[in-house]
């Protein structure tokens, strides 16, 4: 099992920047894989940025690259999601995911709201 806790979400005002941050607990060293994904209002979950537990091999959606850093602090069991640049576009509920085998596990979400 793998718990997931996301925060950091708020209101900025486009062009602004927001990091994300979120906490893992439970067998977070076997989770091979960390992930954030958003889901605005209206529109089905889609993939925003993944990276290895051990920071590695980070894929982007195209609509952030160059503007959101995904990273891992895993001695603190920490997952991160810097964001800058951000459009009104961006206005999504955001979740952390973690796959661990054939387990896939989501944390609540934060909420982000990017005001033109």
């Known amino acids: 099992q793998v718990q997931l806790v996301e925060s950091g979400g708020g209101l900025v005002q486009a062009g602004g920047s927001l990091r994300l941050s979120c906490a893992a607990s439970?067998?977070?060293?076997?989770?091979?894989?960390m992930g954030w994904f958003r889901q605005a209002p209206g529109k089905e979950r889609e993939f925003v940025a993944s990276?290895?537990?051990?920071?590695?091999?980070?894929n982007y959606a195209d609509s952030v690259k160059g503007r959101f850093t995904i990273s891992v602090d895993n001695s603190k069991n920490m997952i991160y999601l810097q964001m800058n640049n951000l459009k009104p576009e961006d206005t999504a509920d955001y979740y952390c995911r973690a796959q661990s085998g054939l387990s896939t596990y989501w944390g609540q979400g934060t909420q982000v709201t990017v005001s033109s």
């Open positions: 990276v290895n537990w051990s920071g590695g091999s980070t």
């Open positions: 439970g067998r977070t060293a076997s989770s091979a894989r």
